[in-house]
C-alpha cells in the first residue's frame, strides 16, 4: 500500500536552517501537506503544495516537491526555539485517502 | 481555529471496560475523523464518517466501532479496552474528502487514553 517515511529526529541551532524530508509511495499523489504538532496538542497545517508544482514559498516556510524522485521537503529559514515541534509530512492519494508520515521531531538548539 | 473539541482530555481504565471518546464540531464539516498516534507510528486512521450515519473503516479498525448520528459529533467506542489501546486519540474534521480539492484536515486538541 501507499507509504510515506520520514527521518524521526533533527536537530538545528538556533538561526540556522532547518530542512525536514519525507518521502512517498504514490506517484499519483495530488496534494502534499505540512502539518506541525506542538507539544500536547493537534496537528495544525503549516501549507500544502500542489502535484504540478515544484516549489511554493511563504514567508519563512519553502516547500520543494520532486515528483521524479517522490521527495517532498520544508525549509525552514532562520529556525526559533519556537519552531521545536514534530512536522509531520502526508499526502492525499490517488485514492483521495490522505496518508500521514511519521513524524520527525525537530528541537531547535539556543 | 477550527471549532473542534474533543472529551474527555484524559482518562484512565482498566482492561476490559468500555470507553467512548467523543468528538464535536461546530463547522458544519461533512467529514470527520478519528485517528491513534503512538510513537514511531504516526497517526493512523481508525475510522472515518462522510455523512450522518456513513462511516467505514481506516487501517487500524479492528476493537473500535463509531457512530455518528449528527453532523456535529462522532463517537468512538472501546467495546472492551486493551492495554493495546493505550494512546493518544485524535479527532479531525474536513469540508471535503475528494474530488480534487486540498481535503486540508483541521485536528482536535486530543485525547489521551491509559488501559491499565
Known amino acids: 500500500g501507499e507509504d510515506v517515511e520520514q527521518s524521526l529526529f533533527l536537530s538545528v541551532r538556533e538561526g540556522d536552517s532547518s530542512v525536514i524530508n519525507c518521502t512517498y509511495t504514490?506517484?499519483?499523489?495530488?496534494?502534499l501537506y505540512w502539518y506541525k504538532q506542538e507539544p500536547g496538542a493537534g496537528l495544525q497545517l503549516l501549507t500544502y503544495?500542489?502535484?504540478?508544482?515544484d516549489m511554493k514559498q511563504d514567508q519563512r516556510l519553502t516547500v520543494l516537491l520532486n515528483k521524479k524522485d517522490k521527495h517532498l521537503s520544508l525549509r525552514i529559514a532562520d529556525t526559533q526555539t519556537g519552531d521545536s515541534a514534530i512536522y509531520f509530512c502526508?499526502?492525499?492519494?490517488?485514492?483521495?485517502?490522505?496518508?500521514f508520515g511519521p513524524g520527525t521531531s525537530l528541537s531547535v538548539i539556543p | 481555529d477550527a471549532g473542534i473539541t474533543q472529551s474527555p482530555r484524559h482518562k484512565v481504565t482498566e482492561t476490559g471496560t468500555p470507553v467512548t471518546l467523543r468528538c464535536h464540531q461546530t463547522?458544519?464539516?461533512?467529514?470527520m475523523y478519528w485517528y491513534r498516534q503512538d510513537p514511531g507510528h504516526g497517526l493512523r486512521l481508525i475510522h472515518y464518517?462522510?455523512?450522518?450515519?456513513?462511516?467505514d473503516k481506516g487501517e487500524v479498525s479492528d476493537g473500535y466501532s463509531v457512530s455518528r448520528s449528527k453532523t456535529e459529533d462522532f463517537l468512538l467506542t472501546l467495546e472492551s479496552a486493551t492495554s493495546s489501546q493505550t494512546s493518544v486519540y485524535f479527532c479531525?474534521?474536513?469540508?471535503?474528502?475528494?474530488?480534487?480539492?486540498?481535503?486540508?484536515?483541521?485536528f482536535g486538541p486530543g485525547t489521551r487514553l491509559t488501559v491499565l
Open positions: 479531525a474534521i474536513s469540508e471535503s474528502g475528494a474530488g480534487g480539492n486540498t481535503d486540508t484536515q483541521y
Open positions: 504514490d506517484s499519483s499523489s495530488t496534494y
Open positions: 503544495i500542489f502535484s504540478n508544482m
Open positions: 502526508a499526502v492525499k492519494t490517488s485514492y483521495d485517502k490522505v496518508i
Open positions: 463547522e458544519n464539516h461533512r467529514y
Open positions: 464518517s462522510y455523512g450522518v450515519k456513513d462511516t
